[in-house]
């Protein structure tokens, strides 16, 4: 389980949660106060200052904060990649072997006719 990072520092401006702490630290475990905070945040006049700040610092998951509900980042997707084409099977032909025949007599050839050092 990752770390829970600590809270950034409370905002200055005046929103319509100040002094309701409990609903909002209520609204990480339970439904009906996170649908409270939901709507107290909805009604507030400092949402865009909110919205900003709440986009400049990081909260634990399951917080309300700038009207949304903290969720875990979801990792970027991949992007596609073309699929490979079929790699050709090497088939040895008769043709093939009988080069690989004669190559090999005549390095034998060669180096039998090299005098010894």
Not at 19 to 26: C, L, M, P
């Amino acid at each position: 389980m990752t770390p829970v990072p600590p809270l950034p520092p409370l905002p200055t401006f005046s929103g319509a949660c100040r002094g309701q702490y409990e609903i909002f630290d209520a609204a990480e475990t339970d439904a009906a106060a996170r649908r409270r905070a939901l709507d107290i945040c909805g009604s507030c006049e400092a949402l865009a200052l909110c919205q900003r700040y709440a986009a400049a610092h990081r909260f634990p998951v399951g917080v309300v904060i700038a009207g949304h509900v903290t969720t875990r980042p979801t990792p970027k997707p991949k992007p596609p990649t073309a699929p490979k084409p079929p790699r050709a099977a090497k088939v040895k032909t008769n043709v093939d072997m009988a080069r690989g025949q004669r190559r090999r007599r005549l390095q034998r050839l060669l180096a039998a006719a090299q005098p010894p050092r």
